[in-house]
């Protein structure tokens, strides 16, 4: 079993900046990418942005030259910096893993908020 592990959310003023992160630990095999995804109430859950294995990134269009994503292989915990933050950016954040062997797995979410 993998358990994700999410930390950093909070609440922050439009401009501001957070950084969270993601700790993937149990039977973690062949790793294929980790990534955030985020969540309002009514609303389907949607990419943020994903890095694999060998670095590539995506982002949504929403979040590009805002938000970072970084990996550190070797702890297995991925990182999401993200700057000028705007009040639609408020969700809940989740975090995933997802192997070669097409499995994936989520975090249990951690909330951000962001308002004056």
């Known amino acids: 079993q993998v358990q994700l592990v999410e930390s950093g959310g909070g609440l922050v003023q439009p401009g501001g900046s957070l950084r969270l992160s993601c700790a993937a630990s149990g039977s973690i095999v062949s790793i294929y990418a980790m990534g955030w995804y985020r969540q309002t109430p009514g609303k389907q859950r949607e990419l943020v942005a994903t890095?694999?294995?060998?670095?590539?990134?995506n982002y949504a269009d929403s979040v590009k030259g805002r938000f970072t994503i970084s990996r550190d292989n070797a702890k297995n915990t991925v990182y999401l910096q993200m700057d000028s933050l705007k009040p639609e950016d408020t969700a809940v954040y989740f975090c995933r893993l997802s192997s070669y062997y097409g499995t994936n797995y989520w975090g249990q979410g951690t909330q951000v908020t962001v308002s004056s």
């Open positions: 890095v694999t294995s060998g670095g590539s990134t």
